[in-house]
């Protein structure tokens, strides 16, 4: 018992069922199926971005492009469909993913061939990514997207009529995070890449002595998050209905948050896809439940950036702990 309460995941989901019962219990509306599937359509862009940046977290990186490269795949996709009247959903899906893919193997390129930090690079493709897009390709909001984001942007698994009338659904964007969840949760859990995705993260240097190709390793993970991050930029933008080029930046400290609350380690070697979606849960459920509650948005970022220190001071103070304990057991 005394091991579960030191693992992070478990004081995760911990803290959001105190939460549930805490703002349950002022507001009833939040246990209704509506609000939950109001938090689980939420957290679905949210999760996917969680996704890629837990597994720039466990390669030892950072990254805070990604949501620049979601905006360009989904802007620029947006653009040339309706230029050339095409409306498949599947077609746009795939297009913006290799848009995001080429803009992640080029912070690869600049991260693995020139040992640039990760932090830096992502920094500036992200200006520039904005920039580049604002200037030769356009900044006004395109209202008329095309017709598989619109017709996918209505889709629902399940839907159902509440008693005073207004209708609600689960969004069949789900299961494209269904899909990225299996994916990678397989990849770190069963595979050798994922395995060097650790030792990369664990210790660089050991890990290249060990026989992993370092440089294919980062290519993968940046390519993989500019791939999921163009994937990320079209299902927002089905979901809002909407191609607004100014929308998502800014949104990178929600994601990093919730990866790292989820237990994620930031010195890179440890994180769990389950402890992710933990992380990503609970900043929805206090960043939906202080709007339920009336309370000002602007207490949301102080509250985050509390998790924030809170997530990433707790398990640093339980690590020094551990090692105190371990040295004095050592001298005796």
């Known amino acids: 018992m005394k091991k579960l309460f030191e693992k992070n995941e478990f004081l995760v989901a911990l803290t959001i069922l105190a939460l549930a019962i805490v703002i349950g219990s002022i507001n009833q509306a939040f246990f209704s199926l509506a609000n939950l599937f109001d938090i689980l359509r939420s957290s679905i862009v949210t999760s996917i971005f969680a996704i890629g940046v837990l597994i720039v977290i466990v390669s030892g990186g950072i990254d805070v492009s990604f949501t620049a490269i979601a905006v360009f795949s989904m802007y620029v996709t947006s653009k040339i469909l309706i230029a050339f009247d095409c409306g498949s959903f599947l077609g746009t899906l795939a297009l913006a993913a290799v848009i995001g893919l080429v803009l992640g193997w080029i912070n690869a390129a600049l991260i693995a061939k020139f040992k640039l930090p990760t932090l830096i690079v992502t920094l500036g493709t992200s200006s520039m990514v904005q920039g580049f897009m604002l200037a030769f390709i356009g900044s006004t909001y ?38 990225l969840i299996v994916f990678s949760w397989y ?66 400290l929600n994601v990093i948050a919730a990866v790292v609350l989820g237990g994620a380690r930031i010195s890179g070697g440890y994180g769990t896809i ?12 206090i960043n939906n439940s202080l709007i339920l509650l009336g309370v000002p948005s602007y207490w949301q970022q102080i509250v985050v950036g509390s998790l924030i220190l809170l997530g990433t001071g707790l398990p640093a103070w339980q690590n020094r702990r551990n090692e105190a304990r371990l040295n004095s057991n050592l001298l005796d």
């Not at 209505?154 to 269904?178: M, P, Y």
């Not at 210790?203 to 791939?227: E, K, L, S, T």
């Open 142 to 179: 395109i209202i008329d997207i095309p017709e598989g984001m619109v017709r996918f942007g209505k889709l629902d698994l399940i839907r159902f009529s509440a008693s005073n009338g207004t209708t609600t659904g689960l969004h069949a964007a789900i299961l494209i995070l269904l899909v």
């Open 187 to 252: 990849l770190l859990r069963y595979t050798m890449l994922g395995r060097g995705i650790y030792a990369l993260g664990g210790a660089p240097v050991a890990a290249a002595r060990a026989g992993f190709n370092i440089n294919f390793i980062q290519f993968f993970i940046y390519g993989f998050v500019g791939f999921i991050s163009g994937i990320a930029g079209v299902v927002h933008a089905s979901l809002v209905r909407m191609a607004n080029p100014f929308d998502l930046v800014g949104t990178e």
């Open 274 to 285: 389950h402890g992710t979606l933990l992380g990503v849960c609970l900043v929805v459920v």
